[in-house]
């Protein structure tokens, strides 16, 4: 694996960082997803903004050394497996947390499943933190994405999410409002869909699904 130009590449495949500007917004409450999805749907047309409506599911496998140095870090390394068969690698690094936005320098790449894979682009990625090779955290999600087709780049998603340790498991739901590209910026949500979203009984948060997750864990007193 080398690293040049913003590129990483491997045998399997490459691809390009770039820097995730994201609102993000949870909640624990029982609510029903396809109420959410209508009402952010509605949002959209009302504001005629124009986007394309894709939905996937995944099983996400979160993987960190044996001391936790990324979710210390505010890093997270995570092997996506859709339920369609394929496989992406993704890392993160935080650049900044201001007001409720997060922005983090994304690193992705698809996969062949394989931990010696993970374990290179880990490696890439985190030069000096060993990956081990039991996953510290797993999820499923269910994603209902939002495409913006006005020019704006912008994607909005909704995502039924469970987190599993063992027998145990947690449900919460979270919307995302995100814009990727070269530098950190703000300005992306034009139309106020963060405000309309608190209104929906989420909350901001400026932690990531992957830290939040271990966190849960750790309220467990389970042994990770």
Partial sequence: MFITEGIIQLSIGRIIMEVENEFKFTTDRKLEPADVINSLESFLKDHSIPYEKKVRQ?????????????????CSLRQKNTFKGKVKLTAKKPLSNEGEMMSREEIEMPADGR????????????PDITIEKDPVLQMRTERTAF???????????????????????????????????????????HIGMRDFVKELSFYPVTKSKYQRGIEWIQSLNVQI
């Fill in 58 to 74: 995944s099983q996400d496998r979160y993987y960190d050394s044996n001391t936790l140095e990324l979710y210390r870090k505010g």
């Fill in 147 to 189: 495409y913006y087709t006005d020019g704006a780049d912008v994607m909005l998603t909704f995502d039924t999410c469970r987190y599993i340790s063992g027998k145990r498991h947690k449900d919460f739901l979270e919307v995302e409002i995100e814009s990727m590209g070269k530098s950190t910026e703000r300005g992306f949500d």
């Fill in 115 to 126: 931990f010696m894979t993970l374990k290179a682009f880990g490696k890439g990625c985190f």
